[in-house]
């Protein structure tokens, strides 16, 4: 299994909404990454769960909580968004070393706030 | 403040010919440079890496240089396909023993048959 599955795939949510984005890998990487991406623009990192903590956090509002329950699994719950929130939210995963064989993405969810 | 820039956002390339797409970072602590695709609607694939000791490393089809001191990479691609056609990211290893990357601007590469 060397996949990253992400839930939903599209999302479309109201600026009072709470809902959460669901990542789980099964290849037995002890890194998690959230990356933001907006149209014609490179996948910005937003934070990095490593052995289950949380190793980055770029500065991201509150409005986005990530959180990591174990080691396969990685959410990031939604709160009050702005419509320029609107963007594909990406989970990746890595070995260790990732540097040599880099991080496996998921889908992504395009997420829409209304 | 863009530490990883594709100059070219697109780029055309006849099948057969070799697809060459540059990167240029500004950060001369980066440690390690990775090249990804992306199709539409799927989430980057990883291609190639190479370490910022190497000047070269080659996979297949695929061969990533680098030149420090110009602070510049490319990747070629020979012969290039139409299924090649995607937007490619280079992206930087920022910050050694951390996972943080940073990832280019993409070009787009159409391979016309």
């Known amino acids: 299994d060397t996949e990253v599955t992400q839930t939903p795939k599209h999302l479309v949510m109201g600026m009072t909404n709470k809902k959460s984005l669901k990542c789980e890998q099964h290849?037995?990487?002890?890194?998690m990454y959230w990356y933001k991406q907006k149209a014609k623009k490179p996948p910005e990192l937003m934070f990095v769960?490593?052995?289950?903590?949380?190793?980055i956090n770029e500065s991201v509002p509150s409005r986005f909580s990530p959180e990591c329950p174990n080691s396969s699994l990685l959410n990031l719950h939604l709160h009050a968004l702005q419509p320029e929130d609107s963007a594909l939210y990406l989970c990746?995963?890595?070995?260790?070393?990732?540097?040599?064989?880099?991080?496996?993405f998921g889908q992504g969810t395009r997420l829409t706030v209304v | 403040d863009q530490q990883v820039k594709q100059n070219s956002p697109s780029l055309s390339v006849q099948e057969g010919r070799i697809s060459i797409l540059n990167c240029d970072y500004t950060?001369?602590?980066?440690?390690?440079f990775l090249w990804y695709k992306k199709y539409p609607a799927e989430g980057p694939t990883f291609l190639i890496s190479?370490?910022?000791?190497?000047d070269k490393n080659e996979d297949g089809r695929f061969t990533v240089f680098l030149n420090k001191s110009a602070k510049h990479l490319s990747l070629h691609i020979v012969p290039s396909q139409p299924g090649d056609s995607a937007v490619y990211f280079c992206?930087?290893?920022?910050?050694?023993?951390?996972?943080?990357?940073?990832f280019g601007t993409g070009t787009r590469l159409k391979v016309l048959a």
């Open positions: 992206a930087a290893h920022a910050l050694s023993g951390t996972y943080k990357y940073i």
């Open positions: 990746a995963s890595s070995h260790q070393k990732a540097l040599k064989k880099g991080a496996f």
């Open positions: 950060n001369s602590m980066f440690d390690y």
């Open positions: 769960y490593s052995y289950e903590k949380l190793s």
């Open positions: 190479i370490s910022s000791i190497k």
């Open positions: 290849m037995g990487h002890r890194a």
